[in-house]
């Protein structure tokens, strides 16, 4: 059934959440650090492990495929709700902050790609 | 009308539903009959989603009683739920081998951006070490901004600019991802890894990234969501302190 597959991605979800604020409180910021990056990392690690115990069928992977699916709508309603307006009232400094130093990192990201990959080529 | 209204705002995310879906409907088909494909249709969702935002206020569209479904749909519990469950499509192997890349990333992402945005909110007037904090704290993400400004007492005002920075560096990256892929080498989940810890805007990671190649958006939002609660860590202390020591 695919309620299977939402309630295992609910599971992932929660569990992380609660790891990322477990994480949060124990270096005293009450925030969530990477709730969903945990959560992200349960439902592959458990979706490798259910997968090889022939207990997640396609008919459960259907209920997460369906979430996974929707995220794009989902940014867009997201897209929607901004808070444009101040964004744009912010004045001059968020604006040129905001733009400059997403530019600067933008442009970091060849750079730091290389890390880890070199010696990855050789072997393939 | 009146029943029509009704029906709406007591059903609001239902009708956010059917109106994201005629969006996107619009959007692809701009997209195949004018662009001939060569926009995505993601990328005109996005953009007519930024637009229709000017018409509300602080919750963009969903200001407006009729749209108060967007903000459920749109919200955080939502796009959280959906960005987890794009990890099914993930490959475990090129995280594994992406991991420090995006560790480094990360780290370096959360301290250039900090120190420029220190520097720039010091060249436009901002010279205190708090204020400078709180605004380069905004430039991370519209999260680090105002908790920063928080632990450091800084002004209403202040804290003000810094989430408007925030808000700011997600519209720009949601806009700018999909025309600078091709420039910074964004087309493989490693430089996706590496782009999210750098950029670390959720939201901005993963609606950029959406734009550029879906496939690339759960490698972004792996390292992104990591990114506000280092931020939230270094920002009002280690960062804090350095400010001071070189004597603003």
């Excluded at chain 2, 926009?39 to 953009?47: C, D, F, N, T, Y």
């Excluded at chain 2, 939502?78 to 560790?103: E, H, P, W, Y």
Aim: hydrophobic share 55%.
């Amino acid at each position: 059934m695919k309620i299977y597959g939402v309630a295992l991605l609910a599971a992932c979800f929660l569990l992380g959440k609660l790891l990322g604020n477990l994480l949060g409180k124990l270096i005293n910021i009450n925030n969530d650090i990477g709730g969903v990056g945990f959560a992200m990392i349960l439902l592959m690690a458990s979706s490798i492990y259910l997968r090889k115990k022939g207990w997640l069928i396609p008919e459960t992977e259907k209920g997460v495929w369906f979430w996974s699916a929707m995220y794009i709508p989902i940014i867009v309603a997201m897209a929607a709700t901004l808070n444009v307006k101040a964004a744009v009232s912010g004045g001059f400094v968020a604006v040129v902050a905001g733009i400059v130093t997403t530019i600067i990192c933008m442009l970091l990201v060849p750079v730091l790609s290389k890390i880890g990959r070199n010696n990855e080529i050789p072997k393939t | 009308m009146e029943i029509i209204e009704k029906i709406i705002s007591k059903n609001g995310l239902v009708f956010a539903f059917l109106f994201v879906g005629i969006v996107m409907l619009i959007s692809f088909w701009i997209s195949k009959k004018i662009f001939k494909n060569k926009i995505p249709g993601v990328a005109i969702a996005i953009l007519i989603g930024l637009s229709l935002a000017f018409f509300g206020d602080k919750k963009g569209i969903a200001n407006i009683p009729i749209f108060a479904g967007m903000a459920i749909l749109g919200g955080s519990m939502f796009r959280d739920f959906a960005v987890v469950a794009t990890a099914m499509s993930a490959d475990i192997s090129k995280i594994k081998q992406a991991g420090l890349a995006g560790i480094i990333s990360l780290f370096i992402g959360v301290t250039v951006t900090f120190f420029i945005g220190a520097i720039i909110a010091y060249s436009m007037g901002y010279t205190d070490a708090v204020s400078m904090a709180t605004i380069a704290a905004g430039a991370g993400t519209y999260i680090i901004g105002p908790v920063t400004g928080t632990a450091l007492g800084a002004s209403s005002d202040v804290i003000a600019i810094s989430v408007a920075t925030g808000v700011v560096k997600t519209i720009f990256t949601t806009i700018a991802t999909p025309l600078i892929a091709k420039r910074i080498k964004l087309d493989n989940p490693h430089a996706a890894v590496v782009f999210g810890g750098l950029i670390g805007t959720t939201s901005g990671v993963v609606a950029g990234l959406a734009a550029t190649d879906e496939k690339l958006v759960p490698y972004g939002a792996l390292t992104a969501t990591f990114y506000t609660g280092i931020g939230c860590l270094l920002c009002p202390s280690v960062f804090y302190l350095i400010l001071k020591f070189f004597g603003f």
